[in-house]
């Protein structure tokens, strides 16, 4: 199996959020999948194939972290959409059938890749106990976002606070499905950036995601209301970082970013 290293949602090497990306003829079982994705030890693994023509998608694709499956990942998109472009395998947008309906990617004519993807449903709860001791910091805003995301989002006071955040992953499990988003208005927005965020996902074994399209079919909706505009720039604040082009579109949201594959190989067992 060919297989590829791509760093999404930026427009440089070794940063961003690294994917591994493996186009294939069909699934193999469920096992192997999950094996390859540990081995790759990044937080998100695409194993993609093509869709006989005439259907309503073009590829099917699978994301699978080094624990288990999930249900939507836009960077890991990101990286296959672009693998289908670079390499020739796929002109033009990209229709892929996954758990979470048919999702688009587009190319765009600066480079970058625009992912169509439901927009999350944004639903206000109190605060569950122990949420502020584990994160580290106290809540403004505390929001459920919906079976697809399976994340609480998080408003903290201010950047420094999303910047200086050590959670207790430990105890940051037991809040919800998949983790926490935390977030803050940007300190500066002449730096480029509307928003910073930091993503915890210890539920699906990634302590800390670099940088989460999914998250942004959330922020989005969070921000843009806060903001008054539909188009925003999100700064996702880890190590890595990366920023992430946001469009809200009701109950659609484009996602915008660049990617660079960083390593190009074979899988031989």
């Known amino acids: 199996m060919r297989i590829r290293i791509v760093d ?4 440089r090497p070794f940063a961003g959020n690294p994917a591994g990306v493996l186009l294939l003829d069909a699934f193999p079982d469920d096992d192997r999948l999950q094996r390859i994705a540990l081995e790759v030890n990044h937080s998100e693994t695409a194993f993609a194939h093509r869709l006989p023509a005439g259907g309503e998608a073009d590829w099917a694709l699978r994301w699978f972290t080094p624990a288990t499956e999930v249900a939507m990942c836009g960077h890991a998109t990101l990286a296959t959409a672009h693998v289908l472009h670079t390499t020739g395998a796929h ?5 892929f059938a996954t758990r979470s309906g048919v999702l688009t990617a587009t190319p765009r004519e600066d480079g970058s890749i ?21 994160l580290g910091a106290e809540p403004r805003t505390v929001l459920d976002t919906g079976p697809n995301i399976g994340d609480l989002l998080v408003e903290v006071a201010d950047e420094k606070t999303v910047r200086a955040l050590a ?7 037991s809040h919800s499905e998949r983790g926490v988003i935390a977030t803050a208005r940007a300190e500066d927005p002449a730096r480029g950036y509307d ?3 930091r993503c915890f996902f210890p539920n699906v074994g990634i302590d800390e ?6 998250a942004h079919t959330a922020l989005a909706p969070f921000w843009s209301e806060r903001l008054g505009r539909s188009d925003l720039t999100g700064l996702q604040a880890s190590s890595r970082a990366g920023r992430v082009r946001t469009e809200l579109r009701g109950e659609r949201t484009l996602l915008s970013g660049h990617a660079v594959t960083v390593i190009d190989g074979e899988l031989l067992a």
């Open 167 to 173: 959670p207790d992953l430990a105890a940051l499990a």
């Open 195 to 197: 928003y910073v965020s």
């Open 91 to 95: 002109a033009g947008p990209v229709r």
């Open 209 to 214: 995601d670099p940088v989460t399209g999914s």
């Open 8 to 11: 999404a949602f930026t427009d």
């Open 114 to 134: 625009t992912l169509d993807f439901p927009t999350a449903p944004l639903t206000p709860v109190a605060s569950p106990a122990g949420v502020a001791e584990a």
